[in-house]
């Protein structure tokens, strides 16, 4: 609805990026705003530099998997102002058929290995990201295992130790 | 073991003695290599502080090296990833050796039935002793232990003599 | 990464052909609480470059939780961070409800935050234990595990049944009320147990030479390289960062409470050590407060999307068993969205982020532990120190493997 009244940070980000901003929503008191990935640094940058909204914390990054949608991950970032003590979230959809997107490192330090997870379960590429391997399965690893067309169940072979 | 035997393979009177001996020595000083990867470490720690206290059965001289110990206490999740580790120690133990699979995600994988658990660590080694239970009380970490002491005072076979199974 | 190259530049003045040596700790090592590992180049003792891996543990939390019911999920959480299990089904239990738009009632609040409160004291009981049992002072270990058992038996399982895997909440409050007596156990156990524990270790180890000399100074950190890699709880507390999200954010009800939140100084691990002990004071003078105030009432919200019914209705109205089958076999029907809650945990933000199609189980449940960005920092905290000097700031920094991995 036009005319519910948004946070400051959801106000702030619309009123700087306009367009790049697709949607914005409030639902169940989570300020969120799904924009376009070209941009994510460039939001992110700013979310942590504005004097009003000071997001100096990079709580979580994470991707869900919308098998059927198009584009069909979503990567969501999860930030806190430590001085202002607000929270946020930022999605950026991302196609599986190029699924690439900036890392968001040079803005906060801490993302490094949520981004490495990311890539690992979900398969999402982090362009200039410093060090892309897999965290948390082996490196012999095939697939990407939280993405919903990969069995749970399945099995590897036992791998033995190595030489 | 180096003890001489009659000629037609039965051990005599002296043998008897000295294997008993060896057995009493060897149940009340089993050294346990804690394998501890998951919620079950917290009750091995249990397990040997001072309200189930451990060392009343002997066990107590807990070993961080796989050379230095004869029993392999896995306690936790194995999975793909740390079934190789697993594997190199109990390869590293020395000869006589008993694996003790502590709880329901050593046994046989637990409620975890996904790509990263191990389905129970007998699909890499043998284990002589299941305790079960999520995650088991202290109580049937002894209960595993007397279990040991009993095998190593019959001499029953580990299961180690049986392995691999093929099936 | 400056000390590998000081040290490459420093053997070519010399001429001399040297490379660091790798060390690799773990992931089986009595040190590494579990199943970490990391990869050091040394030069001597000093760690010129650290890598931490991780993974040994990794179970599948959030793969697990796609193919369940909402209330079956909360026995995998109890599984995530396994020395404090309550607190991670409170977290789970408030995501969910803020997800429902449903508010517990006032009891169950009291309940959530006492049972939180000591979750909190034994996880770091738990972990100043084993951070000393590594500087070899195993002592304190002893001390401190005596309360962790008197814990479990005479609270924990009393009130839920197992000492360790509790899966107390559920959607819409807690699996059941407490027994009679529980509240006087607590303060039984409070007083003759917990407190002279506290008292006993801080007399063995606060004023000692050797416990200062091994932890002062000893892997430090600023506040902005705290902020910027993402620290929460007790280390960035005892970094000098006032966040603590009781006070911040005062979920649940512990703006009703008078506690005080203790920060360090330096950030190094005597400042972690005595933020902890200090965090337990507080927590116990929280519980004291709550256990005097606690109100009567039902502990669950009478509704029926959301609690079972009563056994009494089930075995006598077709109304209530049908209630009870669509709840056992298809799960809490919870609205379409996404919602993410944070608590705080014994280590810092705990953080669950759960995306729901409607439905009686979630689409995802994303944990934020807040052990991953403290392992994450550990290179920051341990480069250019010595070998020993790992071993003890792991310990202070409290990873629990189940947590990280998840």
């Known amino acids: 609805m036009a005319e519910e009244r948004k946070s400051v940070a959801l106000e702030k980000l619309v009123g700087r990026f306009g367009g790049d901003i697709v949607s914005t929503h409030s639902e169940f008191g989570d300020d969120t705003a799904l924009v376009r990935r070209e941009k994510i640094v460039e939001v992110c940058t700013f979310l942590r530099d504005d004097p009003d909204l000071v997001f100096d914390f990079a709580m979580d990054l994470t991707c869900v998997d919308y098998l059927g949608e198009e584009p069909r991950f979503e990567v969501v970032y999860h930030l806190y102002s430590l001085a202002k003590k607000r929270r946020v979230r930022i999605k950026a959809r991302v196609p599986e058929e190029d699924p690439v997107i900036d890392t968001v490192i040079p803005v906060w330090v801490g993302m490094d290995w949520y981004e490495r997870e990311a890539y690992d379960m979900y398969g999402i590429v982090f362009r200039n990201h410093p060090n892309l391997k897999r965290i948390l399965m082996y490196d012999q690893f095939v697939g990407h295992p939280l993405r919903k067309d990969y069995p749970k169940a399945r099995r590897q072979p036992t791998i033995g130790p190595e030489e | 073991m180096a003890v001489k035997r009659e000629k037609d393979g039965a051990p005599g009177f002296l043998t008897t003695r000295f294997e008993a001996l060896l057995a009493w020595g060897r149940k009340y000083s089993i050294y346990p290599f804690t394998f501890a990867t998951a919620c079950c470490g917290i009750e091995v720690m249990g397990a040997f502080g001072t309200h189930y206290d451990l060392s009343r059965f002997g066990a107590e001289v807990v070993r961080f090296s796989p050379r230095q110990a004869d029993m392999l206490l896995v306690a936790g999740t194995v999975n793909y990833k740390m079934a190789p580790v697993l594997k190199r120690i109990y390869d590293q133990m020395l000869e006589p050796k008993w694996v003790v699979a502590m709880g329901a995600c050593a046994a046989s994988g637990g409620f975890y039935n996904n790509y990263s658990v191990l389905q129970g660590i007998d699909k890499i080694l043998p284990v002589d002793v299941y305790i079960p239970g999520c995650p088991p009380n202290p109580e049937g970490i002894i209960d595993a232990v007397v279990a040991i002491q009993k095998m190593l005072e019959t001499g029953a076979p580990r299961a180690a003599e049986r392995w691999p199974i093929k099936i | ?406």
């Open chain 3, 1 to 406: 990464m400056t000390e590998g190259v000081a040290y490459r530049k420093e053997a070519e003045a010399l001429d001399m052909q040297a490379e660091p040596m790798i060390l690799n700790i773990g992931p089986s090592h009595p040190a590494t609480h579990a199943t970490l590992r990391f990869i050091a180049e040394l030069g001597g003792e000093t760690i010129l470059k650290l890598t931490p891996e991780f993974g040994y543990l990794h179970r599948c939390f959030e793969k697990e939780s796609e193919s369940h019911t909402w209330t079956q999920v909360v026995t995998y959480t109890d599984r995530l961070n396994y020395v404090s299990p309550l607190m991670n089904n409170v977290g789970y239990a408030m995501a969910v409800e803020k997800l429902c738009g449903i508010d517990v009632t006032e009891r169950c609040q009291y309940i959530r935050v006492i049972i939180s409160e000591f979750s909190r004291i034994i996880d770091h009981m738990v972990c100043i234990g084993t951070n000393m049992v590594d500087l070899g002072a195993l002592t304190n270990f002893w001390y401190f595990w005596k309360p962790r058992e008197e814990v479990y038996m005479h609270l924990i399982e009393p009130l839920t049944g197992t000492r360790l895997t509790t899966g107390y909440t559920r959607i819409g409050g807690m699996a059941w009320d407490l027994p009679d007596g529980w509240e006087e156990k607590a303060r039984g156990v409070i007083k003759n147990v917990i407190l002279p524990a506290i008292a006993d270790v801080n007399a063995l180890l606060t004023k000692n030479r050797i416990f200062i000399e091994r932890t002062m100074g000893v892997g430090p950190i600023t506040p902005k390289e705290a902020i910027a890699r993402g620290f929460t709880g007790p280390c960035l507390r005892a970094a000098g960062v006032p966040l603590d999200l009781r006070k911040d954010e005062g979920y649940l009800v512990y703006d009703r409470f008078d506690f005080d939140v203790p920060i360090g100084e330096q950030g190094d691990t005597c400042d972690r050590y005595m933020v902890r002990m200090e965090e337990m004071r507080q927590s116990v003078r929280i519980i004291e407060q709550a256990l005097e105030r606690l109100p009567g009432g039902p502990v669950n919200i009478d509704d029926p999307r959301f609690g079972l019914p009563s056994k009494q209705e089930v075995y006598t109205n077709i109304e209530a068993l049908m209630n009870h089958f669509k709840h056992i076999m298809d799960g809490v029907q919870v609205p379409v969205g996404e919602v993410y809650s944070a608590t705080e945990a014994a280590n810092g933000e705990l953080g669950y982020y759960i995306v729901s199609k409607g439905g009686g189980g979630p689409y995802k449940i994303k944990v934020r532990p807040p052990c991953f960005p403290l392992f994450q920092g550990m290179p920051h905290l341990c480069e250019g120190g010595m070998i020993a000097d790992l071993v003890a700031v792991l310990g202070s920094v409290n990873i629990i493997a189940g947590e990280l991995d998840r």
